[in-house]
T-cell receptor, first 113, second 115 residues
């Protein structure tokens, strides 16, 4: 069974640009969550989607958005990039919204110059 | 609201020695508790989880953790460290209310294993 797949693994952007990251969950998993990991702030929850609906959102500005498709694949978008957005963005999936265990992908490492 | 505190950002042990990584939690409702491990340039891998069944939880790679409600702790242990255990370890908590959503992570403990 394939794990959580995130693309791209690495990318470099400049300030003011926007970026879209993609996540394919484990087959059969319908819940997808996104986390940002930085050395200073650690792991912070961005948002969670289930059945194409956002169920919960962390404390991030509106420049961070996401969506989920009918096949459970998810994308997150960051607009007007800032230097502080440089981070490892981790996607995680689970079977449903009420099961606590998350399975993580390897992440997309974003560098903003 | 939930939170976790991991005591010690860096822990160094000798190969073959006991590994003890500390985690204390705060939760207004019964919690789910987790330990994840992260190797360099990789995502997080679940080591073990507590979901209100047995208080002593056994995980992968010889790790185990004990839920102690009176101490609000969920420390991770392994009797004998191996070089391959060198990684960063994260404790996490989510509410055990049937509507578990986001995980709240600790700041992580980097484990170094020396010869």
């Amino acid at each position: 069974k394939a794990g959580v797949t995130q693309t791209p693994r690495y990318l470099i952007k400049t300030r003011g640009q926007q970026v879209t990251l993609s996540c394919s969950p484990i087959s059969g998993h319908r819940s997808v969550s996104w986390y940002q990991q930085t050395p200073g702030q650690g792991l912070q929850f961005l948002f969670e989607y289930f059945s194409e609906t956002q169920r919960n959102k962390g404390n991030f500005p509106g420049r961070f958005s996401g969506r989920q498709f009918s096949n459970s694949r998810s994308e997150m978008n960051v607009s007007t990039l800032e230097l502080g957005d440089s981070a490892l963005y981790l996607c995680a999936s689970r079977a449903g919204p009420n099961t606590g265990e998350l399975f993580f992908g390897e992440g997309s490492r974003l560098t903003v110059l | 609201a939930q939170s976790v505190t991991q005591l010690g950002s860096h822990v160094s042990v000798s190969e073959g020695a006991l590994v003890l990584l500390r985690c204390n939690y705060s939760s207004s409702v019964p919690p789910y508790l987790f330990w994840y491990v992260q190797y360099p340039n990789q995502g997080l891998q679940l080591l073990l989880k507590y979901t209100s069944a047995a208080t002593l939880v056994k995980g992968i790679n010889g790790f185990e953790a004990e839920f102690k409600k009176s101490e609000t702790s969920f420390h991770l242990t392994k009797p004998s460290a191996h070089m391959s255990d060198a990684a960063e370890y994260f404790c996490a908590v989510s509410p055990n209310t049937g509507t578990a959503s986001k995980l709240t992570f600790g700041t992580g403990t980097r484990l170094q294993v020396t010869l």
